[in-house]
T-cell receptor, first 114, second 109 residues
Framework: DVKVTQSSRYLVKRTGEKVFLECVQDMDHENMFWYRQDPGLGLRLIYFSYDVKMKEKGDIPEGYSVSREKKERFSLILESASTNQTSMYLC?????????????FGPGTRLLVL | GQNIDQPTEMTATEGAIVQINCTYQTSGFNGLFWYQQHAGEAPTFLSYNVLDGLEEKGRFSSFLSRSKGYSYLLLKELQMKDSASYLCAARDSNYQLIWGAGTKLIIKP
C-alpha cells in the first residue's frame, strides 16, 4: 500500500512566522503535489514536482515555496504566514500523471494562522 | 475557464440508492476521477473513467458522457459508513486535475 505521511496533523502559527510542512511518500513515486482545501472550494493546486529538484507552480503559488531535495520528500514553505493561509493542506503523490494512475493523499495538515 | 460543478449536499436513506452528478468544463480532457473523503481524513480513490459508459465496482458505479461533459457516481445499498464527501476531478490537456468542491452525502437510518 502507498503511504503518504505529513509532518503534523494540526499546526498553530502566528502571522509573519515561517512555516514548514513536510510530506514523505514511500512508493518511489515521481510526482508529488501540494494542495489546499477550503470549505466550499475544490482542492487548489499550490505547487507540484515531477522529479528531484524540479518544481512547477500550480494555480495559487503566491506566498508559498517548495523544496524537493530527495525523491520521497516534498516540503511546502510559507515564508511569512498570513491569516488567509489558514487552511487544510494536503500532500499527494502519483506514479504518473497519465492513464488511470491516481493520486494518493496524505492525512492533511490543518494550519491555523493567528 | 475550467470548472467542475457538483451538488453541495445530498441526503439519502440507509439501504437506498443515490446518484451524485458532476459536470465539467476543461481545456482538453484526459479522464475523470471520483474520490471519497471522510471528515478530517484524506481523499481516497474510488473510480476512473476515460471512455463513455458505465464502470461498475461493487456497490459503486461511475458513468461518463464526454460529449455532454457529464459524469455521475452511483452508490447502491447505502451504508452508514458511506457518509462522506465525494469529490469529482477532471484531468485537463496538461494532465492536471481540476477539482469540484465536493458533495457531502448524509445517510440517515
Amino acid at each position: 500500500d502507498v503511504k503518504v505521511t505529513q509532518s503534523s496533523r494540526y499546526l498553530v502559527k502566528r502571522t509573519g512566522e515561517k512555516v514548514f510542512l513536510e510530506c514523505v511518500q514511500d512508493m518511489d513515486h515521481e510526482n508529488m503535489f501540494w494542495y489546499r482545501q477550503d470549505p466550499g472550494l475544490g482542492l487548489r493546486l499550490i505547487y507540484f514536482s515531477y522529479d528531484v529538484k524540479m518544481k512547477e507552480k500550480g494555480d495559487i503559488p503566491e506566498g508559498y515555496s517548495v523544496s524537493r531535495e530527495k525523491k520521497e520528500r516534498f516540503s511546502l514553505i510559507l515564508e511569512s504566514a498570513s491569516t488567509n493561509q489558514t487552511s487544510m493542506y494536503l500532500c499527494a503523490s502519483s506514479l504518473s500523471t497519465e492513464g488511470w494512475e491516481t493520486q494518493y493523499f496524505g492525512p492533511g495538515t490543518r494550519l491555523l494562522v493567528l | 475557464g475550467q470548472n467542475i460543478d457538483q451538488p453541495t449536499e445530498m441526503t439519502a436513506t440507509e439501504g437506498a440508492i443515490v446518484q451524485i452528478n458532476c459536470t465539467y468544463q476543461t481545456s482538453g480532457f484526459n479522464g475523470l476521477f471520483w474520490y471519497q473523503q471522510h471528515a478530517g481524513e484524506a481523499p481516497t480513490f474510488l473510480s476512473y473513467n476515460v471512455l463513455d459508459g458505465l464502470e461498475e465496482k461493487g456497490r459503486f458505479s461511475s458513468f461518463l458522457s464526454r460529449s455532454k461533459g457529464y459524469s455521475y457516481l452511483l452508490l447502491k445499498e447505502l451504508q452508514m459508513k458511506d457518509s462522506a464527501s465525494y469529490l469529482c476531478a477532471a484531468r485537463d490537456s496538461n494532465y492536471q486535475l481540476i477539482w469540484g468542491a465536493g458533495t457531502k452525502l448524509i445517510i440517515k437510518p
